[in-house]
């Protein structure tokens, strides 16, 4: 019997809805047929936005969308995607595929997506290889009411009223495709560039993030905030509100990777240990973050997170298109317990990329869309966005195939909502054992208790032939006891129980 203990009275952290973002990119059919379809498409659409698409994610409450990139912000000329159509630049997308971007998605075609969505916007800046001015001119031309040049050619262009920019990158991972910088450099380049990222709305300030490491590049966090906090005392507040964390889950390393729905055993807990090791890097760039800023004002953006195998046979592999099973599921629920126990320093998340490209939630074909496992666990841990982070514990043992991948048998986290009522989601890493949990929840009358469950064979995976494979079901192998719940979850499962 497994020892699980829940204390709803320790409140410990907001966990902010954005922390189940999302990352939109100019990348294979992530934008392009999974998401814009334009006005003349057969597809059933609002304004060129696939119907199907913007209905499942806003069921499954998108709380924010990046873009237009990753590795592609850095090459984004925004002035290249206003105006109308027929004259907008064909330019080549260098980084994905070397095919022609006809920029018929740009500033306003994102924030009519958001509108659709009902999500915030995060737009991430070109620092590689644009301009301080050209930046400038974009947050004016989203932001500025009033009189100006960029202000009045976004109303030539036929929307009057601005947008809101809830979070602006300032470049992207600039110590690799966004430049090549060193810590110091970029740190100095984004105490620049960010000085004229102007806030127009006096009550909706814009949040602005600085560009953090690849993985465990501590050098880089150490070079960026101690160049950032030179020479800027008292720390000015909006100066850097994030800092970003890039870390993709790749069980084979960065050069195989790895068949995203052909793995063994080894390859499962291989995968799921890789993914745990996202625990360990919050917390090393979090303890460097702490000695400049230890009251955790600056957030921890991990805006690229998942995934990342070899592409699908057959797909063009500059368009990073993969499969979703039931490993994705895991590595998912996993990484959301984590970032939910970290939710005092990890303020947003965005998994890559959200149709199409690598851990994706949604895949289409053609007309065809499908839910991945991935979706799935999104749409069952939502009820977490904007609840408080509760004091909890789960014993666990250890368990795996190889010595040097092993894992613990379950993950967990826990947060009670505005109305009261407690939230817990659970993951089953094993893929033999289930596991009765005893579970105590301190000083709280239960009168309800409801669940779903993710659960199947590893490999299971939704396909445009079977898109209803893998799907939730209610789960009602739970039993309310005079200390708290008690309930078996399955091998190879995530489970979500609402308790009031
Ligand atoms: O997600 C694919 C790419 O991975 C992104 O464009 C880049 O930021 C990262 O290297």
Redesign the pocket.
């Known amino acids: 019997m497994t020892k699980f203990v829940i204390n709803p009275n320790v409140k410990k952290s907001k966990i902010h809805k954005e922390i189940y973002g999302h990352f939109s990119?100019h990348?294979g059919r992530c934008i392009y047929e999974g998401m814009y379809v334009g006005e003349d498409s057969p597809i059933p659409n609002v304004n060129g936005m696939r119907t199907d698409v913007v209905e499942a994610l806003k069921e499954m409450k998108i709380p924010v969308l990046r873009w237009p990139?990753?590795?592609?912000a850095d090459e984004y000329h925004w002035k290249d995607g206003v105006g109308p159509k027929e004259n907008r630049k064909k330019i080549i997308n260098t980084?994905w595929g070397g095919v022609v971007e006809d920029n018929s998605f740009g500033t306003h075609e994102f924030f009519e997506l958001c509108r659709q969505l009902g999500c915030e916007a995060y737009v991430n800046g070109n620092v590689g290889s644009g301009t301080v001015q050209e930046m400038s001119e974009w947050v004016e031309y989203m932001t500025f009411d009033g009189v100006s040049p960029m202000a009045d050619w976004r109303k030539e262009n036929g929307h009057e009223d601005s947008w809101d920019v809830a979070f602006f990158g300032v470049g992207?991972?600039n110590w690799?495709?966004g430049g090549n910088m060193t810590p110091e450099f970029y740190a100095n380049e984004y105490r620049r560039y960010q000085t004229y990222v102007r806030d127009y709305k006096a009550d909706k300030k814009i949040y602005k993030i600085a560009c953090g490491p690849n993985v465990d590049d501590y050098e880089w966090t150490e070079g960026v905030m101690s160049t950032c906090f030179r020479h800027s005392q008292p720390f000015q507040h909006g100066f850097m509100d994030g800092l970003s964390l890039?870390y993709y889950t790749h069980p084979e390393g960065w050069e195989i990777k790895g068949s995203a729905t052909d793995f063994d055993d080894k390859v499962w807990y291989k995968t799921l240990s890789k993914t745990l090791y996202m625990e360990e890097l919050i917390r090393r760039h979090g303890a460097i973050m702490d000695k400049y800023d230890p009251k955790k004002e600056i957030g921890l953006i991990v805006d690229?997170w998942g995934t990342w195998f070899t592409v699908e046979p057959g797909t063009n592999p500059g368009f990073?298109y993969q499969q979703n099973t039931m490993r994705d599921a895991l590595v998912a629920g996993i990484n959301l317990n984590i970032f939910n126990k970290h939710s005092d320093r990890v303020r947003m998340a965005n998994i890559?990329?959200i149709v199409n490209v690598?851990q994706s939630v949604i895949l289409t074909e053609g007309e065809k869309m499908i839910k991945t496992p991935t979706y799935h666990v999104f749409n069952m841990y939502k009820y977490h966005q904007d609840a408080m982070l509760v004091d909890s514990h789960i014993d666990t043992e250890t368990i795996g195939v190889e010595e040097e991948y092993q894992v613990p048998n379950l993950t967990e986290s826990v947060s009670v909502d505005e109305n009261g009522v407690l939230h817990i989601t659970v993951t089953n890493l094993s893929l033999t054992e289930d596991y009765e949990i005893d579970t105590t929840i301190l000083e709280k009358n239960i009168s309800e208790v409801k669940g779903e469950i993710l659960t199947e064979e590893m490999h299971a995976m939704n396909t445009f032939e079977e898109p209803e494979t893998v799907c939730t079901k209610e789960f009602t192998d739970v039993k309310i006891t005079d200390k708290g719940l008690a309930f078996t979850i399955p091998a190879c499962s995530v489970l979500h129980l609402s308790v009031k």
């Open positions: 990119e990348l990139g990753g590795c592609f980084h992207n991972e690799g495709c890039h690229e990073l890559a990329q690598l």
